[in-house]
């Protein structure tokens, strides 16, 4: 310990208090700041939110004075323009959000946005992708697609999901892409984003019932039966003896709002074989119309499992 | 006595150097925990716009979630806690609730409340269920997607597995009757789950303290730093040891608990594991062990997800004396948890549970309160007998509790660059101030009643085993005294 | 025609979003930000309509429709909920709404219906 000298200690102590007096005033730094930049915020939007919200509801003749007004802005005004129309754009449609998009373009966010969606940093590009998603300005669509491919998935998500506002075939066929297994956007992100393309994305999602990609098929399957899409149902029972095991969960679970008869003998074999469908092909069969599983029911009250009976709304027998 | 004086001397200098390096250890271990979290939050912050939540929270995909609420005379609150659950922001879920023998009116209001008609459905059995069923029963039509068991009273984890066995959707979520959830509580935890289907089988959220802040209906309307200096320091643990340190096991694909208070799994794998242990005082760390071992013993490519966010509130103990009863009861867990799994160590297949978190949790958290008590021990006694000189007092000071002290205010610092809560200057002075009164006595007495819990795990275990659960369930009245398992061990 | 209207809403951008527009109509509004001063506001009673939004913090839209309707009071309520949320739907239905709007939502379409409710 003869290290452990008085002239150590000193320097050990003085070290520790200056670590110590750093991190204090990095706390005081940062909440000052943070409190300035909140009240610069708060006097800019006090300006500013009266004049958006204002050409919302704008009639024809008033807006072009009201857009005059938000190009006339200084830089730091338009930018809080900018951020108020982006933020209200996510609550409103028709004609409230077209005003909207128009003083957002006043405000010069489309350039923005553009010049955004080629940012290096990944950050940037998705608020691009979602930004183009909600403005839609033109060019959008094709910009979007190419975000649809960007390297990093947390960006392709992004923009996968602003496509589910697009119907046109390019559109789809990025989201059904995405649905396959390697895409590196999650399944559900891709297959609400075609759900939302609906029947436009309708006879692709036939298709994509047989896609070679598991995920294409999970994904098409789970949107099948919530689009109600002609001619799908026969599709989904081909499905039900898929090798993958989340394809037939996902198929058996549209079936439940697709009713199709000739289900009815795969869901039976399904329920009663008890694997990890079988209590889904129990609530599809019991979803039916009665007129076509009055016997299915029949024999999964005799032969099922508990957990199986439960799902198909059998009683327990000692009540029966 | 000059020899028994010699003695002493020898002995505090020969375990001054150990401790010494211990608390060097354990101090920089939390470090960089903490450090690896706020590389978490510095990746994902700026995500957080674009986590899909409303998609999610729109979409008829998303994954459905059964709640599963155990109750136990919970008559006062049970009405709005069922509808707060009801009313969680999310596409598809259904609520099971467990009325576990309550003494009074809880299951009357539920019936009332619900419009409630029995539910003659069959039974799954799939786990076995020690309370027996009364009845089941469900809102009249369907209409309200709630389910309630009403059973003979066993325990919470037995209530929840009598509802794991009978929820119907893929994940499950358990939640306690008295705790406050978040809005979007249900949308955080399930998003893992939906990002990634087929590997994340369970995920945990941040249990928050509500201490002082103002609850309006079962949800928090404000946010308010605690009043008591005792919860003031337990909000600055929970974010140090919980959040902190959750976030950086979950990266590390590490993490081995997950708060019971709102932990979501997938239903499949709980029910192939088991469920909850009814015999366990940690249930929460036993399940999380028990999937761990499950994924590596049948080397599945599976995660336990750790998602940084508020799901649930809860009560912090602002008694000492409840304070005592929770973190006795915690360490007896951790103790009995550990030693249950003591075959995964540094065992390679476990892969980093078994050769980094365990060790951890053996070392600086098993082992932490004797340190803790030995080092204090021998500065006290050592600067008494004049054994060590006051630079070693003083260096074994520093490393202990100054250094302590500078990683709880590290985990200030990230908080404050990145969720900052508590937003008033005069927050940020109390944060201060419980960071150093947290070294200043109450690390001392929680080390203690960590002893004794230790203790009782070590001599008790025979005779009061299968009857702690219950005793901690049925019998504590006090609203903090469940409280205290929201959260457990670091 | 002129008419008092109650919006209730957490989120500041949908509560002004609804009330510029009501307001350019010609009618009252009076806002309020939570479910639980919603409900004090709406059993003060004078209203002609109430836009209620459905997922708020504390008290819910349906809890202050319910509490507002077991008064017998039968002021016509618009509900606001989010855009998949059928059984929101359901259930404000079933408390006794009288319509809803779903978010994101048209002002003009929500000024249609409000103008509709007051016959």
């Known amino acids: 310990m003869s290290w452990l000298t008085d002239g150590v200690m000193q320097a050990v102590l003085l070290i520790t208090a200056g670590i110590t007096l750093g991190m204090l005033a990095s706390l005081v730094v940062q909440r000052t700041l943070r409190r300035r930049r909140a009240s610069v915020r708060a006097r800019l939007d006090e300006r500013i939110r009266p004049l958006v919200l204002a050409a919302t509801v704008a009639e024809d003749d008033e807006t072009d004075a009201l857009l005059a007004r938000v190009r006339a802005l200084g830089a730091d005004e338009r930018a809080h323009v900018r951020r108020t129309v982006f933020a209200m754009l996510r609550d409103v449609t028709g004609e409230a959000a077209d005003r909207l998009r128009a003083v957002g373009d006043a405000a010069g966010i489309v350039p923005r946005v553009l010049a955004l969606s080629e940012d290096r940093s990944p950050a940037l590009r998705a608020d691009a992708a979602e930004a183009l998603g909600l403005l839609q300005p033109p060019g959008a669509l094709a910009l979007l697609c190419r975000l649809a491919e960007d390297p990093v998935p947390a960006v392709r998500t992004v923009a996968i999901r602003a496509l589910g506002a697009y119907t046109e075939p390019e559109a789809v066929e990025r989201v059904i892409a995405a649905l396959a297994t390697d895409s590196g956007v999650p399944n559900n992100a891709a297959a609400s984003a075609l759900l939302q393309q609906g029947l436009a994305a309708g006879d692709r999602v036939r298709l994509a019932l047989e896609h070679p990609d598991a995920g294409v098929r999970r994904g098409a399957a789970r949107v099948a039966g919530l689009l109600q899409a002609p001619g799908v149902g026969e599709r989904l029972v081909g499905l039900l003896d898929d090798d993958d095991e989340s394809v037939r969960l996902a198929a058996i679970r549209s079936l439940e709002r697709l009713p199709v008869a000739a289900a009815v003998p795969v869901l039976l074999e399904a329920a009663l074989a008890d694997g990890r469908d079988g209590e889904a092909a129990a609530a599809t069969l019991a979803a039916m119309p009665p007129a076509w599983t009055t016997g299915a029911l029949a024999r999964i009250e005799a032969q099922g499992v508990p957990a199986v009976r439960r799902a198909a709304g059998i009683a327990r027998e000692a009540l029966a | 006595m000059s020899w028994l004086h010699d003695a002493v001397s020898t002995i505090i200098l020969a375990l001054s150097w150990p401790s010494a390096i211990y608390f060097l250890l354990s101090n920089t271990a939390m470090l960089v925990l903490v450090l690896l979290a706020s590389r978490h939050f510095v990746r994902h912050l700026r995500e957080s716009d674009h986590t899909g939540r409303e998609a999610m929270a729109a979409s008829p995909l998303s994954p459905g979630v059964s709640v599963l609420v155990p109750a136990y005379n919970e008559a006062a609150v049970i009405r709005t806690s069922v509808r707060s659950v009801l009313d969680l922001r999310y596409p598809d879920h259904e609520v099971i609730v467990v009325n576990d023998g309550s003494t009074d009116a809880t299951m009357q209001v539920l019936r009332e409340a619900f419009d409630l008609v029995p539910d003659d459905r069959d039974i799954p059995g799939r786990l076995p269920v020690r309370g027996e069923i009364v009845a089941v029963w469900r809102s009249r039509g369907g209409v309200v997607p709630l389910t309630v068991i009403d059973k003979q009273n066993s325990g919470r984890s037995d209530s929840v597995n009598a509802a794991l066995d009978l929820a119907s959707k893929d994940l499950v979520v358990m939640v306690d009757a008295d705790s406050i959830l978040e809005p979007d509580a249900l949308l955080s935890v399930s998003k893992p789950f939906a990002d990634d289907p087929d590997r994340v089988v369970a995920t945990g959220g941040a249990i928050r303290i509500v201490n002082n802040s103002r609850v309006l209906g079962g949800r928090i309307v404000e946010i308010r730093m605690p009043k008591q200096l005792i919860a003031r320091i337990q909000v600055v643990e929970y974010l140090r040891a919980f959040m902190l340190g959750r976030t950086a096991w979950s990266d590390l694909q590490a993490l081995v608990l997950i708060s019971g208070a709102f932990g979501m799994f997938r239903r499949d794998v709980l029910l192939e594991v088991g469920g909850l242990d009814p015999d366990s005082i940690g249930e929460d760390f036993e399940l999380v062990m028990r999937i761990q071992r499950w994924i590596r013993d049948g080397r599945r490519d599976k995660r336990v997800v750790y998602v940084p966010e508020p799901v649930s509130w809860t009560e912090a103990p602002s008694t000492l004396q409840v304070l005592a009863r929770q973190r006795r009861r915690w360490h007896r867990g951790l103790w009995e948890v550990l030693w249950k799994y003591r075959g995964m160590l540094l065992r390679p297949r476990y892969g980093r549970i078994g050769a980094v978190a365990l060790p951890y949790y053996w070392l600086f958290e098993l082992f932490a309160p004797l340190l803790e008590i030995l080092g204090l021990v021998l500065i006290v006694l050592g600067f008494a007998t004049g054994a060590l000189n006051t630079g070693m007092a003083v260096f074994l000071i520093v490393v202990s509790y100054g250094y302590g002290t500078l990683v709880t205010l590290t985990a200030v610092i990230v908080e404050e660059a990145s969720f900052h809560r508590y937003e008033r200057w005069r927050d940020l002075g109390a944060t201060l101030w419980a960071v150093l009164a947290e070294s200043l006595g109450y690390r001392q007495l929680t080390a203690v009643w960590r002893l004794q819990g230790w203790w009782a795990g070590l001599t008790g275990r025979t005779q009061v085993w299968g009857e702690m659960t219950r005793a901690g369930f049925a019998g504590t009245t006090d609203a903090s005294g469940r409280a205290g398992d929201a959260e457990g061990r670091g | ?119």
């Open chain 3, 1 to 119: 025609m002129s008419a008092r209207i109650l919006v209730v809403d957490d989120d500041r951008d949908i509560r002004d979003l609804v009330a510029i527009k009501l307001e350019s109509a010609g009618h009252e509004v009076v806002m309020q930000p939570d479910g639980s001063q919603g409900l004090e506001a709406a059993l003060a009673g004078g209203w002609s309509v109430i836009v209620l939004d459905v997922m708020m913090p504390g008290m819910s839209g349906i809890d202050v429709l319910r509490a507002v309707r077991e008064r017998g009071d039968r002021t016509p309520v618009i509900l606001l909920t989010a855009r998949g949320q059928e059984k929101d739907i359901e259930a404000g239905f079933a408390a006794g709404a009288d319509d809803y709007v779903t978010k994101p939502f048209s002002p003009r379409a929500l000024l249609a219906r409000v103008t509709a409710a007051l016959g």
